[in-house]
Nanobody
Framework: VQLQASGGGLVQPGGSLRLSCVAS????????IGWFRQAPGKEREGIAC?????????YYVDSVKGRFTISKDNSKNAVYLQMNSLKPQDTAVYYC?????????????????WGQGTQVTVSS
């Protein structure tokens, strides 16, 4: 069982990046899958979560709403995060993981699958 995250890099403010999270060993659509990030010296935060195709709902925290879009391709067993209008404060290591929305938060959820991080740096 594995989640493989990729797509990070260095981008200028206002630029865009697309992160990918590919699952192996399990059907990604069985769980909510989301993106989390951790900036240096800060706690990890959940930023977006997409539910199973039965529901199809997406949720974003306020800091990324309107700029980031989470999507899923079941044929590729993958989830994506399109990040537009990037800001320096978006700089962090980004992780994909099984998730659930809890009130106004995106939180990790069972079975607790995590991908390795991919670094996103927004700087001029």
């Amino acid at each position: 069982v594995q989640l493989q995250a990729s797509g990070g890099g260095l981008v200028q403010p206002g630029g865009s990046l697309r992160l990918s999270c590919v699952a192996s060993g399990f059907n990604l659509d069985v769980y909510g899958i989301g993106w989390f990030r951790q900036a240096p010296g800060k706690e990890r935060e959940g930023i977006a979560c997409i539910s199973t195709s039965t529901d199809g709902s997406t949720y974003y925290v306020d800091s990324v709403k309107g700029r980031f879009t989470i999507s899923k391709d079941n044929s590729k067993n993958a989830v994506y995060l399109q990040m537009n209008s990037l800001k320096p404060q978006d700089t962090a290591v980004y992780y994909c993981a099984t998730c659930v929305r809890l009130d106004n938060l995106v939180v990790p959820a069972p079975p607790g699958y995590w991908g390795q991080g991919t670094q996103v740096t927004v700087s001029s």
